[in-house]
């Protein structure tokens, strides 16, 4: 992954410092803004550099367009609002828009999906675009993509063989209701904190474990703290690319098809990519001395329970939310 994004470094690089531009087309370059909260190197930014490069790349340099990833805008939450005002263009960023409109946060729901190419279709398809409903009307952003930062896996300092070896357990939850009601329904001791203070909390002894896509897995080392890793799969992690509505409306239409297609372009990448980088970090954790722990269909049929006792907390808030739901079964 890394390799890749050095080559596509340099391809960007090479493609802005060494364009001819004359000093009138130059003034006329239009700034586009993408922030986002992921470091170097995960799914996110790559995904961000991609459609950066594409949109340069088909409009000739007309648009200039600035990758800032690793929260260098601010946190989720502020860089969301300025994106929501025009102050950026775009954001990157996942289920925290559910805040704005509660059918967003369905993308991650518990369970719904069987494998990346299951997910794959049905953000592809009906599902994705039952979700997005009126979120555009209601945020002032419109959704370009949704791709993969990959399937959430349980770390923790004990193996865990039986869907029993996890009750009580205190595990570190991002502080978001269906995450919290997931960890409930499991019988978990949910403790919500930011992610940059598990490694500490796991080394205080504080919590047991938590859950993560292989990427921050990899990416934080956890497997030298918690080194079970356990195979559950539980939620499946899926951003996208949002663009300012006023923003979006204000380009012409070849530029906007440009914007859409190399926003499509770029999510199909980072499906690709998605599965090179489950088994390379497979790879990863066990040459770090950890153990990679494959559950049994018992293990997985009560996470299934589990994950269909959060799905109460759509039927309230999002009207569509059994058609939502219902729509992923033809992508089985």
Same mark, same amino acid.
């Given at each position: ?8 470094a ?15 087309y130059?003034a ?21 550099k ?9 409009t000739?340099?007309?648009?200039d ?10 946190k989720?939450?502020?860089y969301?609002?300025?994106?929501r ?9 996942? &289920? ?5 409109f509660p ?16 997910a ?10 039952l ?29 865990i063989?039986?869907v029993?070896?996890l009750?009580g ?20 001791s949910?403790?919500p ?14 919590i ?8 921050d ?8 703290i ?12 899926i ?12 380009l ?14 770029s999510?199909?990448?980072?499906w690709k ?10 790879? &990863? ?9 494959t ?15 959060t ?15 219902a729509?992923?079964?033809q992508?089985?």
């Open positions: 992954m890394k390799g890749k994004l050095f080559v596509l340099s391809v960007l690089a090479a493609g802005i410092l060494g364009a001819a531009v004359s000093p009138v130059a006329e370059k239009i700034v586009v803004k993408i922030a986002g909260m992921k470091p170097e190197g995960e799914p996110e930014t790559v995904g961000m991609l459609f950066a490069k594409y949109v340069m790349e088909a000739n340099g007309k648009y367009v600035r990758v800032f990833p690793n929260s260098q805008l601010g989720e939450d502020a969301i609002a300025q994106t005002k025009g102050i950026i263009q775009m954001c990157a960023t996942g &289920t925290q828009t559910g805040s704005l059918a967003m946060a369905m993308l991650e729901t518990p369970m719904l999906y069987d494998s990346l190419d299951h794959h279709r049905a953000m592809n398809g009906e599902t994705f675009k979700i997005n409903e009126g979120f555009s009307e209601k945020s002032g952003l419109t959704t370009l993509n949704a791709f993969p930062l990959g399937f959430r896996h349980f770390y923790t300092k004990k193996p063989k039986t029993d070896d009750k357990l205190r595990m570190r939850v991002p502080n978001i209701p269906l995450y919290i009601e997931f960890a409930k329904q499991l019988g978990q949910g403790q904190m930011p992610f940059a203070e598990v490694p500490s909390a796991l080394d205080q002894g504080t047991d474990g938590g859950d993560s896509p292989f990427s897995i990899v990416a934080l080392k956890m497997y030298e918690a080194p079970q890793i356990t195979l559950s799969g539980h939620i499946l992690v951003h996208s690319l949002y663009i300012n509505n006023d923003f979006f409306n204000s012409p239409p070849e530029d906007k098809k440009i914007f859409v297609d190399a926003a499509h372009r999510a199909e990448d980072v990519l998605a599965k090179e980088g489950e088994e390379k970090a497979i790879a &990863t954790i066990k040459a770090g001395g950890g153990t990679i722990n559950p049994d269909p018992a293990f997985h049929e009560a996470l299934v329970k589990a994950g269909k006792g799905w109460k907390l759509f039927y309230d808030t999002v009207p569509n939310a059994k058609e939502i739901l729509s992923v079964d992508y089985r």
